[in-house]
């Protein structure tokens, strides 16, 4: 965990409670960390969740690899300090949009089980749920997949510090959900998760509609 730098700064409480943000949304936060090699399918099963939620009118929002460090952590690389503080921030971020009531669906291979531990435990002591899916899939199907190129370049050694290949990867060893990519349909995954997310009262399905004058509303507004 980082060392607090800033002295003499204490956390404001508002006027509105964490349980009244969820009561307009009528949703819990959460944070549903997707961890596993590159190509495992993290990215597109956030995708088709965060589409799912959509339509049973559930607020979500995805944090990517990519996205992620072409923004709030643009100044960092592979290596194993910067992997750290990368998963330290975005634990943070994740910690703050399940604050505010949003299901965050986090993409990151977070290769290192003592990040995604430090992760959990912001989440504990923040009392939020974070649930850590293991998106599995063997190196050898991750690298048949190889849908953005990457582990090619890291066997021709252009890319270094490249998780399965010259970095590790640790598995987490008691996950909430754990799916097996190479034998699951897209599908399945998904509504593996919708399952634990209603089973644990974190959504209540219902269904959603948006008229035409609710988005009239908001747009004059
Ligand atoms: P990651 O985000 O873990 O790096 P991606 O989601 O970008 O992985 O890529 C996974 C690739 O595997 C995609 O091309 C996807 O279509 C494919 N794929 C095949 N079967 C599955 C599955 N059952 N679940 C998820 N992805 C799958």
Request: net charge negative; charged share 30%; proline share 3%.
């Amino acid at each position: 965990m980082a060392n607090q730098k800033a002295t003499n700064v204490t956390w404001q409480d508002g006027e509105i409670s964490r349980e009244d943000r969820f009561s307009i949304l009528r949703q819990r936060g959460a944070t549903i960390w997707f961890t596993g090699l590159s190509g495992s399918g993290k990215s597109t099963i956030a995708i088709a969740l965060e589409h799912a939620l959509f339509q049973i009118g559930k607020l979500s929002y995805r944090l990517d690899g990519d996205n992620v460090r072409l923004g709030i952590n643009k100044n960092l690389g592979f290596s194993e300090a910067d992997r750290k503080e990368n998963i330290r921030r975005i634990g943070e971020v994740a910690k703050l949009f399940g604050d505010a009531g949003v299901l965050s669906l986090s993409s990151f291979i977070s290769p290192y089980k003592a990040d995604r531990d430090e992760v959990r435990q912001l989440h504990d002591q923040a009392g939020l749920d974070f649930i850590e899916v293991f998106v599995d899939c063997s190196l050898a199907v991750a690298e048949e997949r190889d849908p953005k190129g990457l582990y090619k370049k890291a066997r021709a050694g252009e890319i270094k510090n490249f998780t399965g290949i010259d970095d590790p990867y640790q598995a987490p060893s008691k996950p909430e959900i754990h799916l097996h990519t190479d034998r699951m349909t897209v599908e399945e995954e998904v509504q593996i998760v919708l399952d634990h997310l209603q089973g644990n009262g974190l959504i209540v399905k219902q269904p959603f509609t948006r008229t035409e004058d609710d988005v009239a509303a908001v747009a004059s507004s």
